[in-house]
């Protein structure tokens, strides 16, 4: 895979995953709102796309070994992967009961970033064990404190 692409695939995919879980974790433990959850995950899927698409273009920018085709390859990558990794924790929320959409979301989540790591680790000849636990150790501690976000949230306001 080519290396920009490679760049805002994972970039994209891990911050997708990780971000569009915490915002539904932290709003459904809030509020408990259909409308908020999906709310969350649309405002994930394009402003935080579009932004994470712009850190990546400016980082890759300050890159000396980086040709402008490259740093526009890696902007596109992960905009398109961020976006298309948040729109498709909507469609559960769209089919199912709120609690069983965010149990099927947190299952699609840990599966997407262990798929990918699991690939990530064996592209470098490491181990995926270790890989593996380290990046889903990291995504369910965010998991874990947006929910106690929520929960303060709910109690407070």
Known sequence: MN???????????TS???TTLGVMIGLDTATSLRMAVIAG?????????????LGIHISQE???????SQVWQATIATFLTKLITALTFLIP????PLQTAIIINLV????LITAFNYYLAKSRNESPIKTIAEHLGIAIIVIIITYYIGKLISIYF
């Not at 995950?41 to 394009?46: D, M």
């Not at 300050?62 to 402008?68: I, K, R, V």
């Not at 699609?108 to 599966?111: A, E, N, Q, V």
Request: without cysteine; glycine residues 10%.
């Open 3 to 13: 290396p920009s692409h490679k760049t805002g695939l994972a970039f994209g995919l």
């Open 16 to 18: 997708g995953v990780i």
């Open 41 to 53: 995950i649309l405002t994930v899927a394009i402003s935080d796309a579009f932004s994470d698409a």
């Open 62 to 68: 300050a890159s000396d070994t980086n040709t402008h």
């Open 93 to 96: 929320i769209l089919l199912f």
């Open 108 to 111: 699609w989540g840990l599966l």
